[in-house]
């Protein structure tokens, strides 16, 4: 226990180091739009395959346990929706982005450890906190815009799924999107998603700057940063669910 509390200790004085002394504008722009690609750019292709295809198999399934003729097949486009906009989009896709983004943020600045790069931009003066890990939060400020895209292509994948398997009309469909629609789920997802943008950012990079020993130890960082990562974003999902729906 008393391990856990000092990492977690360790990891606020990481934060409140970032944004200390920082790095001068004119090289901060170039690592900034390397993150965005690296991050942001990077990960939107898995990112529409498996939203589209999630979208479509969440209306099958649904579709399939409406067995009693009386419920409406409206309803398939209303679970969709909701299944999509409050918990796949923002919650699943971070979880998978903790995977893809954690693993690459983790593994890059670890292997700069051991390479003791990080250690000649302290001999040369400069922040290595804020050199390193600043940029990946500030590019991930754009994540939002990638959940964003993750709940059209969720809606759409369902769309096609429910209409072209012969479960419902695109009519019903569109009926059962646009039934007791309430704008702050939305706000909601968004909420959740910039918190998770922010723990995407820093908690593979702790684990990364502050791992010891070689290359095999980079693999076991890049693990147990996937692992807190997700669950610190399980956590925080339902602490935020409770604050804002409940």
């Avoid at 994540?143 to 009519?171: D, E, K, N």
Wanted: hydrophobic share 50%; proline share 3%.
């Amino acid at each position: 226990m008393l391990r856990y509390l000092t990492q977690i200790g360790q990891y606020f004085l990481m934060i409140k180091e970032v944004f200390s002394k920082p790095t001068k504008w004119s090289v901060m722009r170039g690592l900034l739009f390397k993150e965005i690609d690296d991050l942001i750019i990077d990960s939107l292709g898995i990112v529409c395959f498996i939203s589209f295809f999630v979208g479509g198999v969440v209306s099958i399934q649904t579709a399939l346990n409406l067995t009693n003729p009386l419920i409406p097949k409206f309803l398939i486009g209303f679970a969709t929706r909701q299944s999509v906009i409050l918990e796949f989009a923002p919650t699943f896709i971070s979880i998978i982005m903790a995977g893809k983004m954690g693993s690459f943020i983790t593994s890059s600045i670890g292997t700069m450890r051991v390479t003791e790069q990080i250690d000649a931009l302290e001999v040369m003066g400069v922040n290595s906190l804020n050199y390193l890990v600043f940029p990946k939060i500030v590019a991930l400020l754009l994540y939002p815009f990638v959940i964003g895209i993750a709940m059209f292509l969720g809606v759409l994948g369902g769309w096609m799924g429910g209409v072209y398997g012969g479960f419902t009309s695109s009519a019903q469909f569109i009926q059962g999107i646009q039934t007791e629609f309430i704008p702050f789920h939305i706000t909601y997802a968004f909420i959740k998603t910039f918190v998770f943008a922010l723990l995407l950012a820093t908690i593979p990079s702790f684990h990364g700057y502050y791992m010891k020993g070689g290359a095999l130890e980079v693999g076991k960082a890049s693990t147990v940063s996937f692992v807190w990562t997700s669950v610190v974003i399980i956590l925080t999902n339902y602490i935020l669910t409770q604050l804002l729906l409940a």
